[in-house]
């Protein structure tokens, strides 16, 4: 049975992009349905298929998820082969929590740099964005230098840990945000992946816009 994943607009919306990776990346099938975000429709064309009215949504026979990293634990116990976690426990570990740290912080980050693909210009952060990316650099180091061997990815191979912090490399790069070498390298690694580059040129090729150049995380 094909899967359904419903998406926001590609350039706007990190959430999406979490399972998208994920599902692109190891090359399952699926079908997508975007939905263009910040319009009169946006909130009905996403109540179709879940009362939540929130993008990502997957769709799996009479299974419906709602929540990126939710998505994301569904598709490797879906997909075991894939190891959309790593395998060794305390890497697996690790990958959870800094998982779960990037589903419920850095709101200072998303507010003042909301994702925005085709943005490239610099801003002036916070103090309180820039301990978000501080904390968020410490991460990227920590799992490069302690599980990152096998890989240019944190944990080595690509994992769903990617995914999630996939939309803070294009936030680093849409305002040109400074960063330590090791996190520079690490955003490099994200824009080459090749199922960014199809998520990316999708997103360069939407028509719609929002109102402001910044308007939706």
């Given amino acids: 049975m094909t899967l359904k994943l419903i998406v926001g607009s590609k350039n706007y919306s990190s959430w999406s992009m979490r399972p998208w990776l994920a599902l692109a990346h190891h090359n399952i099938p699926f079908e997508e349905v975007v939905v263009a975000l910040d319009t009169p429709q ?16 997957l769709i799996d026979g009479e299974m419906t998820l709602w929540e990126s990293i939710a998505i ?13 976690w790593p395998s060794e426990k305390k890497a697996r570990a690790q990958a959870l929590t800094i998982s779960c740290e990037m589903h419920s912080g850095f709101a200072a980050l998303r507010q003042q740099c909301p994702m925005n693909i085709k943005r490239r210009k610099k801003r002036e952060l916070s103090p309180e964005a820039v301990a978000d990316i501080r904390r968020i650099s410490e991460m990227w180091r920590d799992a490069r230098e302690r599980f990152g061997q096998g890989g240019e990815f944190l944990f080595g191979a690509f994992s769903a840990a990617d995914c999630m912090y996939a939309p803070v490399a ?7 945000i400074d960063v330590d070498p090791i996190s520079a390298a690490y955003v490099e690694t994200i824009y080459a992946l090749p199922a960014f580059k199809r998520w990316q040129e999708g997103a360069l090729q939407e028509a719609w816009g929002h109102a402001t150049t910044d308007a939706i995380a």
Avoid: D, G
């Avoid at 996403?46 to 990502?56: D, L, M």
């Fill in 42 to 57: 946006t909130a009905a064309a996403i109540r179709r298929y879940t009362p939540a009215s929130k993008v990502p949504v």
């Fill in 72 to 84: 994301l634990i569904h598709l490797s116990e879906r997909f075991p082969e894939a190891r959309l």
């Fill in 170 to 176: 294009t936030r680093i790069r849409s305002y040109e």
